[in-house]
């Protein structure tokens, strides 16, 4: 890496230490309080997201990417398959606002108010369906030919589509998480269901076509082996790398869509428990008509 790259990558790092430094104050906080939203399995969430995003920006995964399609897509999975639901299942709105002096608490309420101008942006830049439609354009896109040879080229740009990925992969899973700072009603679990398996028919397709590609589908990966002596060649790149994200995004989507259709089964369970007791008592089994039996059954 350039110094250049350095340079363009130092507001990140140096934000994701102060990200840092603030749920480590509120985690403690939280701690001392001996309340349960500061547990050791959210730290660790926290930790492993911000780890996963320092190794899409930083070598040797970054250098990887300039020569290889496959370190390109595992960047790709990193930051928009893997750290973004991490960072939300460290729930790290509340336990960073908890890390804040008080002043500052009060006043971050307020701004996330509906009537405050922040609040209004907010809500109208995390519309469940706009945020659905930005990122299964963005990991779309994220394999398009033409996409791929323009930005690849150019550092600056790649790192710049970097961060608009996973800006938009967090405000995807913020509502399949359920942690981000509650500005609306939480969407139904049908929709929910619906909200992830629709991710994951545009990811398998566009992994199953680069997987089964026979000719080379960019240019730029196509220039690379050829000045890169490596044993790894241009289709076999793109089988590597189409392959990993038909299953990955396979393994990750599935796995949500199943937990969504537990608790949803889950809910249900508890309003059958409430609305209908006794259900297969014998007085509800008994067929019509035989109700004397059970009255026979009952006598001494």
Not at 96 to 105: C, D, N, Q, T
Not at 211 to 221: C, E, H, I, K, L
Not at 275 to 294: C, K, N, Q, T, V
Request: hydrophobic residues 50%; positive net charge.
């Amino acid at each position: 890496m350039t110094t250049l790259d350095w340079v363009l990558r130092l507001p990140v790092i140096a934000m994701l230490g102060l990200l840092g430094v603030g749920y480590w104050r509120g985690w403690q906080r939280l701690r001392r309080a001996d309340v349960g939203l500061a547990s050791s399995q959210r730290l660790l969430a926290f930790v492993l997201s911000s780890c996963l995003l320092l190794l899409t920006l930083l070598p040797p995964l970054d250098s990887f990417s300039r020569h290889f399609l496959l370190g390109r897509t595992l960047q790709k999975i990193a930051l928009a398959f893997w750290a973004a639901p991490l960072f939300w299942l460290a729930c790290p709105f509340h336990v960073i606002a908890m890390g804040l002096p008080f002043v500052w608490r009060r006043r971050l309420t307020r701004w996330l108010r509906p009537q405050h101008w922040l609040g209004i942006g907010l809500r109208l830049i995390t519309q469940p369906a706009l945020n659905w439609l930005l990122f299964v354009s963005a990991i779309v896109l994220w394999h398009d030919a033409t996409v791929v040879d323009w930005t690849m080229p150019r550092p600056a740009i790649h790192l710049l589509a970097l961060l608009v990925l996973g800006s938009v992969a967090l405000l995807y899973w913020s509502h399949l998480v359920g942690t981000e700072p509650r500005l609306r009603r939480r969407l139904p679990t049908w929709v929910l269901f619906a909200y992830v398996v629709g991710v994951e028919i545009p990811n398998m397709a566009t992994g199953m076509t680069i997987a089964y590609g026979r000719t080379p589908f960019y240019a730029y990966y196509a220039t690379q082996h050829e000045l890169v002596a490596s044993g790894l060649g241009v289709i076999e790149d793109q089988m590597a790398s189409g392959g990993l994200i038909w299953f990955v995004g396979s393994f990750v989507f599935f796995s949500g869509a199943v937990l969504v259709l537990n608790r949803m089964f889950r809910r249900n369970k508890g309003n059958s428990a409430q609305h209908f007791p006794d259900w297969d008592s014998d007085e509800r089994m008994i067929a019509p008509g035989l109700e004397h039996r059970l009255k026979e059954k009952h006598l001494p």
